[in-house]
Every structure is written in structure tokens, then in C-alpha cells.
């Protein structure tokens, strides 16, 4: 049995996978401020534009299993820096890919920018696990809190850096990203995080995966955090489309909205885990989704831009409720034998949820409208919160029953 943690060693691991996920997620907002607009500039046509992001988030979709394997091959603190070790030459692919002005290239290097990317997500696994047991949800709030610095720093930095290369614009962002990822391993390089399960050598096997995923402890949660994760990516990618090309806003009012919701996906986690502690991790799953329920509602209501900020900021909250209270439970499920097959799973689930979310958006968007989209957000968010109700009822039967 591994030993648990310190508090002293705890408080160190948070911090320091808190600092890895603010660099790393500020490599992803570099991405997602400048990469369209640097595709523009060399797209064979202006509808090809946001494929470079849809080839990222493609990317992050198909490496999160890899990522996870490799993880728990080579170690928690190994398996990260390999995550950094892809960001550093993908990226200054995507910025030479910028200099020749080469559209495909620059699809290419961002699927690999997104692949490294599916490495990072798993930190929030890495501090539930190397924290003290009673600590679990906060290292989670307090890691995903590293995304606040994340929206606000990596934005600033691509608009600082764009012109740093002559008659390229934005490449410098891209160069940037290089380097913070180079930080990114010397901070990591200093973790002590905790053992990783590799089986074999009389070690035990844990169950199958077939009994794992039968197992409503283990499948709730993962369901839980993938609608939470698709809801918010389709009304997230669809928000400032419809603020501008329907509703006549401009991209400033756009642009300021998703600012917004950044701030409300990340800011919470300053409280989220003290939230989890005091009502649980079902209710809380359950109030996120309710949340975006409420943003759905908001966003029928009206499309002034105080109507899209407002519902822009609850799908945040609602986001941040529902995948952490979500991660936190399945955490709890598992054995430290089992997470690897868990973890790959469930990654593969939020991620491809994710995916198909991202693309689907904008085709949604001009096939059945704004509306519509909100509309279609309520029936499932609704029958997860039925399913986490379930799963909170199996959980207390045996509490019940003794």
C-alpha cells in the first residue's frame, strides 16, 4: 500500500501541478485567441478557418488514451514532461507553418498541439492521487483554478507577441507557447507525485474493464463529466457565432462574453472543493447541471448582450460544478490498480464528447439555430441530474440498509 501523503507534501503537489495547469492551459488559450485568425490569413477559403482548432481538439480527442497509458507507464512526473516534450516541437512547427504561410502543416502541428494537450487534463487525476484522502476535491478545485491565470495570461501573451516576427503575424505566439511548455517541464521535473500501478510481478490486476464499466459508481461520473464538458463546448463555440452573424453584435461584444465565461469556468475552483466537502460531489455534479439549465433558460429569454454575458457566465459555473464534482467522484470509485483503465476511459469519453461537440456546433447553429441549440441543452442536462439522483441512491442503500 502506497503511503499517503503529508500535508505538507500535499500542499506542495497542488501548488506546483497548479502552476504545470496554468502553463499548460495557457498554451491552449494562445490557441484558441490567435489560430483562427492566423488561419485566415492562409485558409484556401474563409469557411476552412477553424479547422486548424477543430484538428486540435481532434487531437486532444484521440491522444487522451495514449496519454494515460503512457502516464502510467513511466510515472506521473515522466508522463507530463513527455506532454511538454510534444508542445515544444509541434509548436514551433505551427509557428514555421505561420512563416511559409503552409494552411496544412499548420493542421498538422496543431493535432500534435492538441494531442500534448491530452496529457495536461490528466493532472487534475495526478493531484487527487497525491494528496492526502481528505484533500481530494480541493487539489482538484485548486488545480483547475490554474485555468483563471490560464484565460487571462495566455490571450495577453499572444496579442503582446504578435508582431515579434516581421510578415508574420501571431507566429511569436506560437514560439511562446515553446517556451512555456519549457517551463512547464522544469516545474513538473520538481513533483513528487504518487506511484502510478503497472501491472504484473504477482501485483494485483484490479477488476476488468467490462465489470468497471457496469459498475454505476464508476459510469455515473463519467457521464456526469461528459455532458457537463459537450454542453458547455456547443453553446460555448456557437456563442460568439450567434452574437455576431445572427444577432448583430460585434466582435468586441463577442469576444468580451467568452472573456467572461472563461473567468466563470475557472474562478470558482477557489471554492468549489470546500462546496463538494460540505454537500458532496453528487449535488454539487447536479447543481453544475442545473446551472447550465438556467443558462439555456436566460439565453431563450433574450439575445441582448447582456443576455449572452449572463448566460455565458452560468454555463461557466455550470461547467465548473458539474466536471469537478463529477471528477471527484470518480476518483472515489476506483482502486489504484484500476485507474489507469478508468482514467483512459473516461478521458476518451469527455474528450470525443468534447470533439464531437466542437464540430457539431457551428453545423447546429445553421441548421436549427441559436434557439434550438438551448433548447436541445435542457432534456440532457435534465437526465443527467437523474442519473447522478440514481447514483447518489446506491450509493446510501447500504448506508440505509445498516
Not at 290 to 306: H, K, N, R
Request: net charge positive; charged share 5%.
Amino acid at each position: 500500500m502506497p503511503q499517503t501523503p503529508s500535508q505538507t507534501e500535499s500542499v506542495r503537489n497542488i501548488a506546483l501541478l497548479s502552476v504545470a495547469q496554468a502553463i499548460g492551459g495557457s498554451n491552449q488559450a494562445i490557441v484558441m485567441a490567435i489560430a483562427a485568425l492566423t488561419a485566415a490569413a492562409m485558409a484556401p477559403s474563409q469557411a476552412l478557418a477553424t479547422l486548424p482548432v477543430t484538428a486540435m481538439v481532434i487531437g486532444l480527442a484521440l491522444g487522451t488514451s495514449p496519454a494515460t497509458m503512457i502516464i502510467h507507464r513511466l510515472g506521473r512526473t515522466r508522463g507530463f514532461m513527455v506532454g511538454g516534450m510534444i508542445t515544444m516541437p509541434a509548436a514551433l512547427v505551427a509557428a514555421l507553418a505561420v512563416v511559409l504561410s503552409n494552411f496544412y502543416l499548420f493542421c498538422l502541428a496543431l493535432f500534435f498541439v492538441g494531442a500534448s494537450a491530452a496529457f495536461f487534463q490528466q493532472i487534475r487525476f495526478a493531484a487527487a492521487d497525491s494528496v492526502a484522502p481528505g484533500l481530494k476535491s480541493r487539489a482538484i478545485s485548486w488545480v483547475m483554478f490554474g485555468g483563471v491565470a490560464a484565460g487571462f495570461f495566455g490571450p495577453q501573451l499572444s496579442n503582446i507577441s504578435r508582431d515579434w516576427v516581421p510578415g508574420a503575424p501571431f507566429a511569436a505566439g506560437y514560439i511562446v507557447m515553446a517556451v512555456l511548455s519549457l517551463i512547464a517541464i522544469g516545474v513538473l521535473s520538481q513533483t513528487r507525485l504518487a506511484p502510478t500501478h503497472v501491472p504484473g510481478h504477482g501485483a494485483p490486476a484490479g477488476r476488468p474493464l467490462s465489470v468497471l464499466l457496469r459498475t454505476p459508481e464508476v459510469v455515473v461520473p463519467m457521464v456526469g463529466a461528459a455532458v457537463s464538458y459537450a454542453l458547455m463546448t456547443l453553446v460555448m463555440v456557437a456563442a460568439p457565432l450567434a452574437m455576431v452573424y445572427l444577432c448583430g453584435h460585434s466582435p468586441a461584444d463577442a469576444s468580451g462574453a467568452i472573456q467572461w465565461h472563461i473567468i466563470a469556468m475557472f474562478a470558482p475552483s477557489f471554492i468549489t472543493g470546500h462546496i463538494i466537502a460540505r454537500i458532496g460531489a453528487h449535488l454539487t455534479a447536479a447543481i453544475g447541471l442545473a446551472l447550465i439549465i438556467a443558462c439555456a433558460a436566460i439565453a431563450l429569454s433574450g439575445i441582448s448582450v447582456t443576455h449572452f454575458n449572463m448566460a455565458l457566465v452560468l454555463l461557466g459555473l455550470g461547467w465548473n460544478f458539474g466536471f469537478i464534482g463529477s471528477t471527484t467522484l470518480l476518483t472515489q470509485s476506483y482502486r489504484p490498480e484500476e485507474a489507469a483503465r478508468v482514467q483512459a476511459v473516461n478521458e476518451q469519453l469527455v474528450f470525443g464528447s468534447m470533439a464531437v461537440a466542437s464540430i457539431g456546433s457551428g453545423l447546429l447553429l445553421e441548421l436549427i439555430g441559436w434557439e434550438s441549440i438551448n433548447i436541445l441543452a435542457i432534456p440532457i442536462a435534465a437526465l443527467a441530474i437523474l442519473l447522478l439522483g440514481w447514483g447518489e441512491t446506491l450509493r446510501r442503500r447500504p448506508q440505509m440498509a445498516g
